[in-house]
Protein backbone atom coordinates (compact mmCIF):
# COMPACT_ATOMS: atom_id res chain seq x y z
CA UNK A 1 0.00 0.00 0.00
CA UNK A 2 3.04 2.47 1.03
CA UNK A 3 4.95 1.69 -2.56
CA UNK A 4 1.43 2.58 -3.86
CA UNK A 5 0.89 5.84 -2.35
CA UNK A 6 4.60 6.95 -2.68
CA UNK A 7 4.32 5.84 -6.66
CA UNK A 8 0.78 8.46 -6.88
CA UNK A 9 2.94 10.97 -4.97
CA UNK A 10 5.91 11.10 -7.69
CA UNK A 11 3.45 11.06 -10.36
CA UNK A 12 1.66 13.94 -9.10
CA UNK A 13 5.12 15.70 -8.55
CA UNK A 14 5.85 14.83 -11.98
CA UNK A 15 2.70 16.38 -13.53
CA UNK A 16 3.10 19.81 -11.26
CA UNK A 17 6.66 19.95 -12.50
CA UNK A 18 6.05 19.86 -15.82
CA UNK A 19 2.82 22.17 -15.40
CA UNK A 20 5.44 24.89 -13.92
CA UNK A 21 7.17 24.77 -16.79
CA UNK A 22 4.93 25.56 -20.26
CA UNK A 23 8.06 26.00 -22.12
CA UNK A 24 9.06 22.63 -22.72
CA UNK A 25 12.32 21.25 -24.85
CA UNK A 26 12.46 18.67 -26.27
CA UNK A 27 15.92 17.29 -26.03
CA UNK A 28 16.26 14.63 -28.43
CA UNK A 29 13.47 13.23 -30.70
CA UNK A 30 12.94 10.10 -31.92
CA UNK A 31 13.18 10.47 -35.89
CA UNK A 32 14.29 13.97 -35.92
CA UNK A 33 14.80 15.78 -39.68
CA UNK A 34 18.70 15.65 -39.26
CA UNK A 35 21.02 16.38 -42.65
CA UNK A 36 24.72 15.82 -42.62
CA UNK A 37 27.10 18.53 -41.36
CA UNK A 38 29.83 17.13 -43.81
CA UNK A 39 27.66 17.37 -46.69
CA UNK A 40 26.55 21.20 -45.60
CA UNK A 41 30.19 21.95 -44.75
CA UNK A 42 31.27 20.86 -48.42
CA UNK A 43 28.57 22.38 -49.70
CA UNK A 44 29.43 26.05 -48.10
CA UNK A 45 33.33 25.72 -49.73
CA UNK A 46 31.26 25.28 -52.98
CA UNK A 47 29.90 28.50 -52.54
CA UNK A 48 33.22 30.12 -51.79
CA UNK A 49 34.12 28.55 -55.14
CA UNK A 50 31.21 29.85 -56.95
CA UNK A 51 31.37 33.24 -54.97
CA UNK A 52 31.82 35.00 -58.54
CA UNK A 53 27.77 33.88 -58.86
CA UNK A 54 27.12 36.80 -55.81
CA UNK A 55 29.72 38.38 -54.46
CA UNK A 56 28.06 40.36 -52.50
CA UNK A 57 26.23 37.87 -50.72
CA UNK A 58 26.61 35.51 -47.65
CA UNK A 59 25.58 32.05 -47.05
CA UNK A 60 22.82 30.81 -44.85
CA UNK A 61 21.05 28.01 -44.55
CA UNK A 62 16.93 28.30 -44.25
CA UNK A 63 14.23 26.05 -42.25
CA UNK A 64 11.00 26.16 -43.78
CA UNK A 65 7.83 23.62 -42.68
CA UNK A 66 6.77 20.97 -44.73
CA UNK A 67 3.70 20.73 -42.92
CA UNK A 68 0.88 23.21 -42.67
CA UNK A 69 0.38 23.34 -38.70
CA UNK A 70 4.15 23.40 -37.80
CA UNK A 71 5.23 25.48 -35.31
CA UNK A 72 8.19 27.67 -36.63
CA UNK A 73 9.27 29.50 -33.66
CA UNK A 74 11.77 28.46 -30.73
CA UNK A 75 13.30 25.77 -32.86
CA UNK A 76 16.63 24.62 -31.34
CA UNK A 77 18.87 23.60 -33.68
CA UNK A 78 22.63 21.74 -32.96
CA UNK A 79 25.64 20.35 -34.76
CA UNK A 80 25.23 16.39 -32.74
CA UNK A 81 28.49 14.60 -33.10
CA UNK A 82 29.67 11.33 -30.36
CA UNK A 83 31.44 13.23 -28.38
CA UNK A 84 28.80 16.02 -28.07
CA UNK A 85 26.40 18.54 -29.35
CA UNK A 86 27.43 22.08 -30.76
CA UNK A 87 24.46 24.57 -30.81
CA UNK A 88 23.57 26.76 -33.34
CA UNK A 89 22.06 29.85 -32.90
CA UNK A 90 18.64 30.15 -35.27
CA UNK A 91 17.45 33.91 -36.31
CA UNK A 92 13.71 34.92 -36.13
CA UNK A 93 13.36 34.37 -40.06
CA UNK A 94 14.46 30.65 -39.71
CA UNK A 95 17.64 31.19 -40.98
CA UNK A 96 21.15 30.19 -39.19
CA UNK A 97 25.27 29.88 -40.50
CA UNK A 98 27.45 26.84 -40.34
CA UNK A 99 30.94 26.94 -38.84
CA UNK A 100 33.41 24.37 -39.44
CA UNK A 101 34.90 22.34 -36.72
CA UNK A 102 37.03 19.51 -37.45
CA UNK A 103 36.20 17.60 -34.89
CA UNK A 104 32.47 17.43 -36.04
CA UNK A 105 33.66 16.64 -39.49
CA UNK A 106 35.69 13.60 -38.62
CA UNK A 107 32.79 12.48 -35.97
CA UNK A 108 30.15 12.56 -39.04
CA UNK A 109 28.06 14.69 -36.98
CA UNK A 110 24.19 15.82 -37.85
CA UNK A 111 22.83 19.10 -37.68
CA UNK A 112 19.49 17.74 -35.99
CA UNK A 113 16.67 20.01 -35.22
CA UNK A 114 14.39 19.77 -32.41
CA UNK A 115 11.44 18.70 -34.95
CA UNK A 116 10.48 15.10 -36.27
CA UNK A 117 11.01 14.39 -39.95
CA UNK A 118 8.78 15.43 -42.54
CA UNK A 119 7.89 18.34 -40.70
CA UNK A 120 10.61 21.10 -42.40
CA UNK A 121 12.80 21.19 -44.99
CA UNK A 122 15.80 22.87 -45.60
CA UNK A 123 16.97 25.24 -48.20
CA UNK A 124 20.72 27.36 -48.60
CA UNK A 125 19.91 31.17 -48.65
CA UNK A 126 22.05 33.44 -50.53
CA UNK A 127 20.67 37.25 -50.03
CA UNK A 128 23.31 40.20 -51.62
CA UNK A 129 22.10 43.21 -49.84
CA UNK A 130 20.56 46.04 -50.88
CA UNK A 131 18.09 45.10 -53.36
CA UNK A 132 14.75 46.42 -53.66
CA UNK A 133 11.90 45.06 -51.58
CA UNK A 134 10.77 41.81 -53.25
CA UNK A 135 12.98 41.12 -55.46
CA UNK A 136 15.63 39.11 -55.76
CA UNK A 137 18.76 38.24 -57.52
CA UNK A 138 19.28 35.56 -60.22
CA UNK A 139 22.85 34.90 -59.31
CA UNK A 140 21.84 34.37 -55.86
CA UNK A 141 19.45 31.96 -56.53
CA UNK A 142 21.88 30.27 -59.23
CA UNK A 143 23.98 29.71 -56.19
CA UNK A 144 21.49 28.53 -53.97
CA UNK A 145 20.54 26.24 -55.95
CA UNK A 146 23.74 24.61 -56.44
CA UNK A 147 24.73 24.82 -52.87
CA UNK A 148 21.23 23.16 -51.70
CA UNK A 149 21.91 20.46 -53.96
CA UNK A 150 25.59 19.69 -52.87
CA UNK A 151 24.39 20.06 -49.18
CA UNK A 152 21.39 17.21 -50.10
CA UNK A 153 18.59 19.77 -48.59
CA UNK A 154 16.27 18.28 -50.88
CA UNK A 155 13.79 16.20 -49.31
CA UNK A 156 13.96 12.03 -50.51
CA UNK A 157 10.78 11.26 -52.60
CA UNK A 158 9.26 8.21 -53.16
CA UNK A 159 10.59 6.79 -56.65
CA UNK A 160 8.06 7.14 -59.40
CA UNK A 161 7.44 10.49 -57.97
CA UNK A 162 7.03 13.41 -60.64
CA UNK A 163 9.65 12.57 -63.23
CA UNK A 164 11.54 15.82 -62.74
CA UNK A 165 12.28 14.42 -59.16
CA UNK A 166 13.59 11.50 -60.42
CA UNK A 167 16.18 13.25 -62.31
CA UNK A 168 17.22 15.54 -59.93
CA UNK A 169 18.47 14.12 -56.64
CA UNK A 170 20.78 11.67 -58.15
CA UNK A 171 23.02 14.59 -60.36
CA UNK A 172 24.04 17.54 -57.61
CA UNK A 173 25.02 20.70 -58.39
CA UNK A 174 25.29 20.16 -61.73
CA UNK A 175 21.76 20.13 -61.88
CA UNK A 176 20.93 23.61 -61.36
CA UNK A 177 22.99 24.41 -64.67
CA UNK A 178 20.09 23.22 -67.03
CA UNK A 179 18.00 25.50 -68.76
CA UNK A 180 14.91 24.90 -66.52
CA UNK A 181 15.44 22.97 -63.55
CA UNK A 182 12.94 21.91 -61.10
CA UNK A 183 14.52 23.37 -58.42
CA UNK A 184 11.90 24.77 -55.98
CA UNK A 185 12.22 28.38 -54.65
CA UNK A 186 10.13 29.89 -52.06
CA UNK A 187 9.12 33.21 -51.92
CA UNK A 188 8.17 35.09 -48.35
CA UNK A 189 4.33 35.07 -49.14
CA UNK A 190 2.02 33.48 -51.73
CA UNK A 191 2.65 34.73 -55.29
CA UNK A 192 0.94 35.88 -57.91
CA UNK A 193 3.60 36.16 -60.97
CA UNK A 194 7.27 36.35 -61.18
CA UNK A 195 8.98 38.69 -63.68
CA UNK A 196 12.22 38.34 -64.94
CA UNK A 197 14.21 41.85 -65.88
CA UNK A 198 17.52 42.05 -67.55
CA UNK A 199 18.10 45.22 -68.34
CA UNK A 200 15.98 46.40 -70.99
CA UNK A 201 14.41 42.56 -71.43
CA UNK A 202 11.55 41.64 -69.31
CA UNK A 203 9.68 38.43 -69.23
CA UNK A 204 7.05 37.27 -66.98
CA UNK A 205 7.37 33.34 -66.24
CA UNK A 206 4.62 31.21 -67.23
CA UNK A 207 2.24 30.15 -64.51
CA UNK A 208 3.49 26.57 -65.21
CA UNK A 209 6.73 27.54 -63.08
CA UNK A 210 4.89 28.90 -60.49
CA UNK A 211 3.03 26.07 -57.68
CA UNK A 212 5.56 23.61 -58.47
CA UNK A 213 3.72 22.78 -61.88
CA UNK A 214 0.93 22.11 -60.61
CA UNK A 215 -1.35 23.75 -63.72
CA UNK A 216 0.73 20.84 -66.09
CA UNK A 217 -0.11 17.98 -63.39
CA UNK A 218 -3.87 16.91 -63.76
CA UNK A 219 -2.69 14.67 -60.77
CA UNK A 220 -0.83 17.51 -58.78
CA UNK A 221 -2.92 17.14 -55.67
CA UNK A 222 -1.97 13.01 -55.19
CA UNK A 223 1.67 14.19 -55.88
CA UNK A 224 1.77 17.05 -53.01
CA UNK A 225 2.26 15.29 -50.10
CA UNK A 226 5.42 13.90 -51.07
CA UNK A 227 6.75 17.45 -51.96
CA UNK A 228 8.70 19.42 -49.68
CA UNK A 229 6.59 22.43 -50.99
CA UNK A 230 3.33 21.15 -49.27
CA UNK A 231 2.72 23.46 -47.24
CA UNK A 232 4.18 26.11 -49.48
CA UNK A 233 2.82 25.32 -52.79
CA UNK A 234 1.80 29.16 -53.11
CA UNK A 235 5.08 30.55 -52.61
CA UNK A 236 6.99 27.75 -55.05
CA UNK A 237 8.37 28.78 -58.34
CA UNK A 238 11.24 27.75 -60.71
CA UNK A 239 13.89 29.79 -62.49
CA UNK A 240 15.92 29.15 -65.53
CA UNK A 241 19.23 28.35 -63.88
CA UNK A 242 21.36 27.37 -66.62
CA UNK A 243 19.70 29.90 -69.67
CA UNK A 244 22.85 32.11 -70.20
CA UNK A 245 20.95 34.60 -72.00
CA UNK A 246 19.75 35.98 -68.70
CA UNK A 247 23.08 37.48 -66.63
CA UNK A 248 23.29 36.99 -62.76
CA UNK A 249 22.37 40.50 -62.07
CA UNK A 250 18.89 39.70 -63.90
CA UNK A 251 16.35 41.00 -61.56
CA UNK A 252 13.57 38.42 -60.48
CA UNK A 253 10.43 40.32 -59.14
CA UNK A 254 8.14 38.81 -56.80
CA UNK A 255 4.16 40.10 -57.27
CA UNK A 256 2.52 38.73 -54.56
CA UNK A 257 -1.45 37.71 -53.84
CA UNK A 258 -1.61 40.10 -51.26
CA UNK A 259 0.34 42.72 -52.88
CA UNK A 260 -0.74 46.42 -54.17
CA UNK A 261 -3.08 45.87 -57.34
CA UNK B 1 -29.25 -1.66 -105.84
CA UNK B 2 -25.92 -0.79 -107.08
CA UNK B 3 -26.62 2.70 -107.61
CA UNK B 4 -26.90 2.82 -103.48
CA UNK B 5 -24.27 1.04 -103.16
CA UNK B 6 -21.91 3.23 -105.08
CA UNK B 7 -23.89 6.69 -103.73
CA UNK B 8 -22.54 5.49 -100.09
CA UNK B 9 -19.05 4.21 -101.45
CA UNK B 10 -18.84 7.60 -102.63
CA UNK B 11 -19.94 9.14 -99.62
CA UNK B 12 -17.38 7.61 -97.51
CA UNK B 13 -14.66 8.68 -99.83
CA UNK B 14 -15.46 11.99 -99.24
CA UNK B 15 -15.38 11.84 -95.55
CA UNK B 16 -12.27 9.94 -95.74
CA UNK B 17 -11.16 13.16 -98.25
CA UNK B 18 -12.86 15.79 -96.20
CA UNK B 19 -9.86 17.78 -94.30
CA UNK B 20 -9.71 17.75 -90.41
CA UNK B 21 -11.46 21.01 -88.87
CA UNK B 22 -9.27 23.25 -87.95
CA UNK B 23 -8.52 24.47 -84.04
CA UNK B 24 -10.89 27.59 -84.61
CA UNK B 25 -13.68 25.62 -85.87
CA UNK B 26 -13.86 22.60 -82.85
CA UNK B 27 -15.06 23.39 -79.86
CA UNK B 28 -13.09 24.74 -77.05
CA UNK B 29 -11.70 22.33 -73.90
CA UNK B 30 -11.55 22.90 -70.30
CA UNK B 31 -9.42 25.82 -69.21
CA UNK B 32 -8.96 26.78 -73.27
CA UNK B 33 -9.94 30.02 -74.51
CA UNK B 34 -9.89 31.79 -77.63
CA UNK B 35 -8.65 35.48 -76.48
CA UNK B 36 -6.74 35.56 -73.23
CA UNK B 37 -6.93 39.12 -73.79
CA UNK B 38 -11.12 39.73 -74.73
CA UNK B 39 -11.11 36.98 -71.80
CA UNK B 40 -9.91 38.92 -68.94
CA UNK B 41 -11.66 42.42 -70.36
CA UNK B 42 -14.86 40.49 -69.89
CA UNK B 43 -14.66 39.96 -66.10
CA UNK B 44 -14.23 42.68 -63.07
CA UNK B 45 -11.78 42.19 -60.84
CA UNK B 46 -13.20 43.07 -57.31
CA UNK B 47 -16.97 41.66 -58.58
CA UNK B 48 -16.48 38.71 -60.64
CA UNK B 49 -17.58 35.74 -58.51
CA UNK B 50 -15.98 31.95 -59.53
CA UNK B 51 -20.05 31.53 -61.15
CA UNK B 52 -19.27 34.38 -63.28
CA UNK B 53 -15.85 33.43 -64.74
CA UNK B 54 -17.32 29.89 -65.23
CA UNK B 55 -20.53 31.18 -67.25
CA UNK B 56 -17.89 33.81 -69.27
CA UNK B 57 -15.23 31.27 -70.05
CA UNK B 58 -16.34 27.83 -69.19
CA UNK B 59 -14.41 25.60 -66.79
CA UNK B 60 -10.57 26.57 -66.05
CA UNK B 61 -7.74 24.62 -65.07
CA UNK B 62 -7.71 25.36 -60.88
CA UNK B 63 -5.31 25.33 -58.12
CA UNK B 64 -6.85 25.60 -54.72
CA UNK B 65 -4.34 26.54 -52.11
CA UNK B 66 -4.76 25.64 -48.28
CA UNK B 67 -5.48 29.30 -47.04
CA UNK B 68 -8.45 29.57 -49.65
CA UNK B 69 -7.46 31.42 -52.64
CA UNK B 70 -7.69 29.54 -55.84
CA UNK B 71 -5.77 30.11 -59.17
CA UNK B 72 -7.52 30.13 -62.24
CA UNK B 73 -5.89 29.53 -65.99
CA UNK B 74 -7.07 29.50 -69.13
CA UNK B 75 -4.93 29.32 -72.16
CA UNK B 76 -5.31 30.62 -75.58
CA UNK B 77 -5.61 27.37 -78.58
CA UNK B 78 -2.48 27.08 -80.28
CA UNK B 79 -2.67 27.54 -83.70
CA UNK B 80 -1.58 24.61 -86.79
CA UNK B 81 2.24 24.97 -86.49
CA UNK B 82 2.90 27.57 -84.15
CA UNK B 83 5.84 28.06 -82.86
CA UNK B 84 5.21 30.68 -79.68
CA UNK B 85 4.19 29.88 -76.54
CA UNK B 86 -0.04 29.76 -75.92
CA UNK B 87 -0.67 32.96 -74.49
CA UNK B 88 -2.02 32.46 -70.62
CA UNK B 89 -4.93 34.04 -68.79
CA UNK B 90 -4.53 33.87 -64.77
CA UNK B 91 -6.86 34.83 -62.23
CA UNK B 92 -6.69 34.46 -58.41
CA UNK B 93 -9.67 34.32 -56.71
CA UNK B 94 -9.91 35.31 -52.68
CA UNK B 95 -11.21 32.77 -49.90
CA UNK B 96 -14.76 34.44 -50.33
CA UNK B 97 -14.96 33.60 -54.21
CA UNK B 98 -14.11 36.80 -55.48
CA UNK B 99 -11.99 37.78 -58.64
CA UNK B 100 -9.02 40.02 -56.94
CA UNK B 101 -6.23 39.89 -59.61
CA UNK B 102 -5.59 39.00 -63.31
CA UNK B 103 -2.37 38.97 -65.32
CA UNK B 104 -2.33 37.97 -69.35
CA UNK B 105 1.09 36.34 -70.54
Known amino acids: MG ?3 RFFALVAFCTTAVAADDAVVVTTLRNPVAKSYRKMVEASKLFEEKRHLAPEAALRFKLLPREQDVTMQGIRLKVEAESGAIPLKVSPDQTFALEVDRRALKENAQVVPNRKAGTMTWRADVRTPGLPPDTRRLGDLRLECEVGMKAGLISKYPRGFWDWLDALLPEGPAYCHRAQPNYLFFAERPLFSVTLVDGARREVLSVDRL ?10 KKHLRHCDCAALLDRAYFMPLGDASWSDETRVELEYMDGPT | MKAA ?3 FALLGACAFLQPPPKPADTPLGPGEIRSARAGESALAVGKSTKADVRAALGEATVVDFAS ?8 ERAQEKEPAPKAELVLLFTPSG ?3 RTRVR
Open chain 2, 68 to 75: GYEVWVYR
Open chain 2, 98 to 100: ILT
Open chain 1, 211 to 220: YSGATKDPDW
Open chain 2, 5 to 7: AAA
Open chain 1, 3 to 5: TII
